[in-house]
């Protein structure tokens, strides 16, 4: 037990009277002639403000007040007291304050109110300290919560599902590679020699080219095709250069995956999880979402409850095609069966047409990865996506291929060598099952929950082309 506490405490259990041992950080100073002076102290815990009333006979009055200003960090003992003012239930009067770090006026980046996400981008070291961003780490850290809750509930097992990877999952050639090998020393051979230099992956760490992680499923089917219903959930990673308010290279993916599930037992899961982790946050967060609902998306609480209570639209693509095309709309990528759906597709489909989220199914085979099982029409392969308002795509999932010669025909036509996923094929060789799960990303989650507009905001270092930063 530490012999302070943290102002979300105080705020929600402070008893008039009560002597309280406050460490934080000023929002704000408001000094009233010499005689005393306001204090609004937040110490991250919550997203309110603890007023603290440091009376002129405080000793060190005036000095304590030339060092004290936006951004420093302090320590004050005092009593609770019912509070007349507006805006708060109680506040504190200082018996002893002391400073812990000054924070130069002259300088100290986060002087006003109201900066733009952009500039505080630049400063991600500091950004935890303003209001939204604090807000954006405590609904993050509750959803985290809940997914592990939602997951450990239901008797799914957590397994850690390796980083450093020689197989491409998504077969979309977007692995960072991972090597130990000299590249100034490739590219000085290449120079003597006038010619490009044969890169030898035997001589390279793993003995093979390898990269990082684009997602865990492969290693996480051999896991449920073991142990029946896991999940992972850490870090993925993709060199895909879009430059968009939704797209990370590095972000974090939740991954369950479920022996014996076909396609719709996918699809209910995806659901229940989604309102789950809603629900969750809904309820340990309300005043930070309270906060987003005022200062960042108006229509943000009314459309989480929307989610929390409908039951989400299922159709194919096919059939969204079709809506698509009669919409009457010039989308800016014209749309037709066989192409992928952008984002202003899958918006059209969420936010005005069916008004709430909707799980699309069977997709064409040619823009899905090779593990998704084949549908008996030769075209079109089991694979899901939900589609929610504001994002987009939020979950990408399907039921597997579980039968061996299926799937190296898929793999053969999707420009794979089945060699390299030998220990994936043997699944499907010795006591296959049907199988199926998805990925949820968590920072368009945390965009979603939020109503932040830009992805970047919603992980605490992004990590996008030609930014890596801090
Ligand atoms: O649709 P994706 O690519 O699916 C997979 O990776 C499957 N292997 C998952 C599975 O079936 N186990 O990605 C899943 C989700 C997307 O719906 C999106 O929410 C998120 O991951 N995602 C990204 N989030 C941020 N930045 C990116 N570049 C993302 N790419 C995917
Ligand atoms: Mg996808």
Redesign the pocket.
Known sequence: MSSFSRIAVILRDGQPGQTVDVRGWVRTKRESKGEFAFLEVNDGSCFGNLQLIVDGNVPDYAALMKEIGTGASIHAVGEVKESPGKGQRIEVHVRSLRVLGTADPATYPLQKKGHSFEFLREKAHLRARTNSLGAVARVRNAICFAIHEFYQSRGFLYVHTPVITTSD??GAGQLFQVTTLDLARLAALKQEQGKPVEIDYGQDFFGKKAGLT??G?LE?ETYACALGDIYTFGP?F?A?N?NTT????E?W?V?P?MAFYELDDNMQLAEDFVKFVIRAVLEKCPDDLKFFNERIEPTLLASLENIVSHEFIRLTYTEAVDILEKSGRTFEYPIAWGKDLQSEHERYLTEEHFKQPVILTDYPRAIK?FYMRCNADGKTVRAM?VLVPRIG??????QREERYDVLVDRMRESHLNPDDYWWYLELRKYGTVPHS?????L??TVQLITGMQN?RDCIPFPRTPKSADF
Do not use: A, K, Y
């Open positions: 999952c998504e684009v997602s499923q996480g993925t993709r895909e879009s939704r797209h990370l290279s972000f993916m991954e995956e990865s996506d795509e939020i979950i990408g999932g399907s799960g998805f990925g949820l990303g920072e368009r992805i």
